[in-house]
């Protein structure tokens, strides 16, 4: 079984996304024996910026946080994307929209992040499969979480909140904010999924 894919989606894929991918990836290395339980990616709905590195407020920000920037290089969504990920974060719902268009079967496994983030108080850990450190356990566990996210949002549209403002252009005190609500999810996300110990 290939390990849980999470993609991450902004427009340019320099700034939220990259982010969003890289500190998800460093809060699942946190609290997992193996970094390869996790696939964390991302990809823009424009292609402005492929082949590009992350920008370099943003890079430092996952840095900073003690994750890696290490390798990345900008790309545009493809449907292929959308088709292997088990998860889908944007960062805004009009990128929630662009996803879902593409490819509507995703739609139950689609959020904007802060909206997955707010979701994940009502998932209920007792409810969910047991923890464990191997990839078929992360799996079940993970996949549980997002279906049981789906149904705590019992088809509601994500609130205006639920948005991240994009840094572009902004300077090092936007992207810090940024980074700070990603970590809102991704750590409360990772905790869920791998409680200490695992």
């Excluded at 339980?37 to 430092?60: F, Q």
């Excluded at 979701?119 to 409810?127: F, G, N, Q, S, Y």
């Excluded at 566990?141 to 994500?158: K, L, M, N, S």
Aim: with cysteine.
């Amino acid at each position: 079984m290939p390990p849980f894919t999470v993609l991450h989606v902004c427009m340019g894929n320099i700034c939220r996304s990259p982010m969003a991918e890289r500190l998800l990836a460093h809060a699942i290395r946190q609290r997992a024996r193996h970094d390869d339980v996790i696939y964390s990616h991302s990809a823009g709905t424009g292609g402005w910026h492929v082949g590009d590195g992350m920008n370099p407020p943003a890079a430092r920000q996952v840095c900073a946080r003690g994750g890696d920037d290490s390798g990345f290089a900008a790309r545009r969504l493809r449907s292929e994307h959308i088709d292997s990920a088990d998860l889908v974060l944007t960062a805004t719902c009009e990128q929630q929209d662009y996803v879902v268009a593409l490819r509507p079967d995703a739609a139950g496994r689609t959020f904007v992040l802060g909206e997955f983030g707010r979701l994940l108080a009502a998932v209920d850990p007792a409810a969910l499969p047991p923890t464990g450190a191997d990839a078929d356990t992360v799996y079940a566990r993970a996949t549980a979480i997002v279906e049981a996210a789906d149904v705590a949002r019992a088809g509601a549209p994500p609130l205006p909140g639920d948005d991240l403002d994009d840094p572009w252009g902004r300077g090092d005190k936007a992207f810090k904010r940024v980074a700070d609500e990603i970590e809102d999810t991704v750590r409360p996300f990772a905790a869920l999924l791998l409680p200490a110990g695992q």
